[in-house]
């Protein structure tokens, strides 16, 4: 099976440099997902890693290491409206499965 | 394009009581994938189609079922509600279900309350 740590909360300021991590044990892997969502909205699509290394979009960037079970997605430049739910979530070798963790709720401060 | 659709959008259901939930993929996408969502938790995987055919099935009951259709929509049946299955429960749309694939993209849910 999988399992997901993620923090439950983080607070940052508007501007600012947050990082949010993420392990995972995984008894197959095929890829860690990156996704937000607003409450009572649905999850919104972030990013995809599954080779070693940073990738980038924009303000947005995640980071992988396989042989860790490590990741983290690192957004700059804060905004109010980057508040919100972060989920991470492995992807099963069955390539329709992904396993999420309980989400980091994000809190951008004035 | 339009994006993945879900009906109905809420819903209030009794004990005992089944539901069915549909779902609509992003035109062109061939598999679509369930999860459920407890308020403060991360989705679960609850089954995956692709071309009608069920790909993956996560740890739920057999009261859980599911099906996809010829045009690759999908529904999802659950019966004898029990009041833990009130949750939002999400539909995801890919392309294909083979392993290269990574886009998935939720509908925006449809809200189950179990009375």
């Known amino acids: 099976g999988q399992n997901i740590d993620q923090p439950t909360e983080m607070t940052a300021t508007e501007g600012a440099i947050v990082q949010i991590n993420c392990t995972y044990q995984?008894?197959?892997?095929?890829?860690l997902f990156w996704y937000q969502q607003h409450a009572g909205e649905a999850p919104t699509f972030l990013s995809y890693n599954v080779l070693d290394g940073l990738e980038e979009k924009g303000r947005f960037s995640s980071f992988l290491s396989r042989s860790k079970g490590y990741s983290y997605l690192l957004l700059k430049e804060l905004q109010m409206k980057d508040s919100a739910s972060y989920l991470c979530?492995?992807?099963?070798?069955?390539?329709?499965?992904?396993?999420f963790g309980d989400g980091t709720t994000l809190t951008v401060k004035p | 394009d339009a994006g993945v659709t879900q009906s109905p959008t809420h819903l209030i259901k009794t004990r005992g009581q089944h539901v069915t939930l549909r779902c609509s993929p992003i035109s062109g996408h061939k598999s679509v994938s369930w999860y459920q969502q407890v308020l403060g938790q991360g989705p679960q995987f609850i089954f995956q189609?692709?071309?009608?055919?069920?790909?993956g099935r996560g740890n739920f009951p057999d009261r859980f079922s599911a099906r996809q259709f010829p045009n690759y929509s999908s529904e999802l049946n659950v019966n004898a509600l029990l009041l833990g299955d009130s949750a939002l429960y999400l539909c995801?749309?890919?392309?294909?279900?083979?392993?290269?694939?990574?886009?998935?993209?939720f509908g925006p849910g449809t809200r189950l309350t179990v009375t």
């Open positions: 995984t008894s197959g892997f095929n890829g």
């Open positions: 995801a749309s890919s392309p294909s279900g083979g392993a290269l694939t990574y886009e998935q993209y």
């Open positions: 189609y692709y071309e009608k055919e069920e790909r």
């Open positions: 979530a492995v992807r099963d070798l069955d390539a329709g499965k992904s396993t």
